[in-house]
Nanobody, 115 residues
Framework: QVQFVESGGGLVQPGGSLRLSCAAS????????MGWYRQAPGKQREVVAT???????NYADSVKGRFTISRDNAVKTVYLQMNSLKAEDTAVYFC?????????WGQGTQVTVSS
């Protein structure tokens, strides 16, 4: 079955950086566009960044210029480089495929931006 395992979160000060990873299994990874999502306490899950099979990327306005999504098909992993982090970036971050409906969500990785 399809499984996503997110990692790389943590506690970081405002202005800091983190790099998230999402390892996929049970899927022909290279055939799927992928996305990073986040969910803050009391809020709905929202899309943060997406990447196509051709490496075209798109970002939510709130993270444009600060976050970079990338993928490595050889290791079935999608990454999210997050720079200039703000308190409002605090959330649990998830990844999922963007075609054929969502697969079961992983546990996500917690990102906390605080001084």
């Amino acid at each position: 079955q399809v499984q996503f395992v997110e990692s790389g979160g943590g506690l970081v000060q405002p202005g800091g950086s983190l790099r998230l990873s999402c390892a996929a299994s049970g899927i022909l990874f290279s055939a799927y566009p992928m996305g990073w999502y986040r969910q803050a306490p009391g809020k709905q899950r929202e899309v943060v960044a997406t990447i196509t099979i051709s490496d075209n990327t798109n970002y939510a306005d709130s993270v444009k210029g600060r976050f970079t999504i990338s993928r490595d098909n050889a290791v079935k992993t999608v990454y999210l480089q997050m720079n200039s982090l703000k308190a409002e970036d605090t959330a649990v971050y998830f990844c999922n495929k963007l075609r054929g409906g969502f697969a079961p969500w992983g546990q996500g990785t917690q990102v906390t931006v605080s001084s």
